[in-house]
Nanobody, 116 residues
Framework: QVQLVESGGGLVETGGSLRLSCAAS????????MCWYRQAPGQQLELVAS???????NYADSVKGRFTVFRDSAKNTVYLRLDSLKPEDTAVYYC??????????WGQGTQVTVSS
């Protein structure tokens, strides 16, 4: 089993920055993919960014150049830095971990609100 605990959400003005953290504990495979999704009210879940254990990253077009995903392997923690925030970035952000053939774990979510 794996547990993911998120932190770092909050209220920020347009143009501001936040850093989200996702600390993983439990049985974590050496090869895995950490990811961040978000869900705005009335919207579908959207993949924001992903980071493989080999360091490859992938970003949604809407956040490219503004968000950065990175990890501290020693702490089993993945981060999402959000810069140049826009009101449309307002959502609940969830981290996730994919490993093995079928395992996916989710964090509890953290609210990000960007005021205009």
């Amino acid at each position: 089993q794996v547990q993911l605990v998120e932190s770092g959400g909050g209220l920020v003005e347009t143009g501001g920055s936040l850093r989200l953290s996702c600390a993983a504990s439990g049985i974590i495979f050496r090869i895995n993919v950490m990811c961040w999704y978000r869900q705005a009210p009335g919207q579908q879940l959207e993949l924001v960014a992903s980071l493989t254990s080999r360091g490859s990253t992938n970003y949604a077009d809407s956040v490219k150049g503004r968000f950065t995903v990175f990890r501290d392997s020693a702490k089993n923690t993945v981060y999402l830095r959000l810069d140049s925030l826009k009101p449309e970035d307002t959502a609940v952000y969830y981290c996730c971990l994919d490993q093995g053939q079928t395992e996916r774990y989710w964090g509890q979510g953290t609210q990000v609100t960007v005021s205009s």
